[in-house]
């Protein structure tokens, strides 16, 4: 049976979102329940699968990684064992933070961060490129980041009936 969100387990998640370290005390009086059922929402959105992990967002620059890439990887063939095979291997990379299977143009994109620009070419030259099976990589540098959200929007869910 699938588990719906009322518009309470909704302002809890929302409200762990902007700050998954609030006690639950606190938490419990923003939402208007006393701790215990507070508690055990939280651990029922856990159970359902409506909370993935709770995480600390650090800050690229401060710790030397103020380099992120935009990587468009195209392979030779679109079958599942070449896919399944380039997603396993990149799984395992740590500068590779986001990579998504799409649609169009090229296979997947990859968000890598770097330190530097030789840092981005030893990634390339030593992992990236030596993969089988890869046909086109075209590559785009972050000049800036315009916005950056963790938060899924979930007013949008409290307007729906």
């Not at 006690?23 to 993935?52: D, T, Y």
């Not at 990684?65 to 380039?86: A, G, M, R």
């Not at 933070?97 to 030789?118: H, I």
Request: with cysteine.
């Amino acid at each position: 049976m699938a588990y719906t969100l009322d518009a309470i387990d909704k302002k809890i998640l929302e409200i762990l979102q902007e700050d998954a370290t609030i006690p639950n005390i606190e938490l419990a009086e923003k939402v208007c329940l006393s701790p215990s059922p507070c508690s055990r929402r939280v651990k029922n959105l856990h159970e359902q699968g409506f909370i993935k992990r709770a995480v600390t967002l650090l800050e690229p620059q401060k710790v030397g990684l103020p380099v992120s890439v935009f990587i468009q990887v195209t392979l030779n063939h679109q079958v599942k064992k070449e896919l399944q095979d380039f997603e396993s291997v990149i799984a395992q990379w740590p500068e590779v933070m986001e990579c998504y299977l799409m649609t169009g143009d090229f296979d997947y994109l990859l968000r890598v961060v770097v330190p530097n620009l030789q840092a981005y070419q030893e990634f390339l030259d030593k992992k990236l490129t030596e993969l089988p099976g890869i046909d086109h990589i075209k590559s785009s540098f972050s000049l800036k980041q315009v916005r950056y959200r963790t938060e899924l929007p979930l007013e949008q869910l409290l307007e729906q009936p």
